[in-house]
């Protein structure tokens, strides 16, 4: 599995989408609410909609059946895996930064 790093350039708004999908299904609407409250900045629907796009093609979600005209998603075991390795990574990534910080 190559990752998020295979989505390049878009790895990120595609990994705010993962991080919203990991606490349950979402529609649209809500994930950019979500996502808008954890970054402090709501991604239009351009956004939005082009990584959900991309992550279904990667298998990382899933389209649930409509309800009341809203189309939600859902993480697959593929989309937790990579969004876990993909955290970890970015912790580990901090960590060194934060260790090396100290010692300058």
């Known amino acids: 599995m190559a990752g998020l790093s295979d989505l390049g350039r878009f790895s990120e708004p595609a990994m705010y989408v993962l991080i919203s999908l990991a606490e349950g299904p979402k529609h649209g ?3 950019q609410d979500d996502i808008g409250a954890l970054t402090g900045v709501r ?3 351009g956004t ?5 796009r991309r992550l279904e093609e990667h298998g990382y979600i899933e ?3 409509e309800r009341d005209r809203r189309k939600p998603y859902r993480l697959t075991d593929t989309g937790r895996a990579a969004l876990t390795a993909e955290l970890n990574r ?3 990534l901090a960590g060194t ?3 090396r910080l100290a010692v300058a």
């Open 29 to 31: 609407y809500a994930m």
């Open 43 to 45: 991604p239009g629907p």
């Open 48 to 52: 939005l909609y082009g990584a959900v």
């Open 63 to 65: 389209a649930l059946p």
């Open 90 to 92: 970015i912790q580990h």
């Open 97 to 99: 930064g934060l260790r």
